[in-house]
């Protein structure tokens, strides 16, 4: 027994190892390949990004653009409604005025 695993175990281990790296080689094959695949679609995927930032340029000045119309809209709503109201208070205080006056008017005769 003794004699057979020492004539032959290390041929068997040899025949394994020329097994593994026979499907080591394969298994590298087929990851190039698969790798070569993928960086085809990364450049299919980055050409079609490229060819949309132009819409996307185009999206985002037109969204500045709205957004300063909207701000300078607002802008002016909002002082025509400060311009009101400063004047329904500078009328309140006119009247006021009016009628301090008249009292102190009143309380002089």
Known sequence: MQEFLSSYLPILIYILLCILIVLLIIICVKVIKTMNRVEKIVDDVDEKVKSLNGVFSIVDTVTDKLSA???VISDSII???????KRKKKKLEKEQEERKEEEN???EE
């Open 79 to 85: 002082l025509f409604i400060k311009g009101i109201f």
């Open 105 to 107: 008017g009143e309380e």
């Open 69 to 71: 119309l909207t701000e």
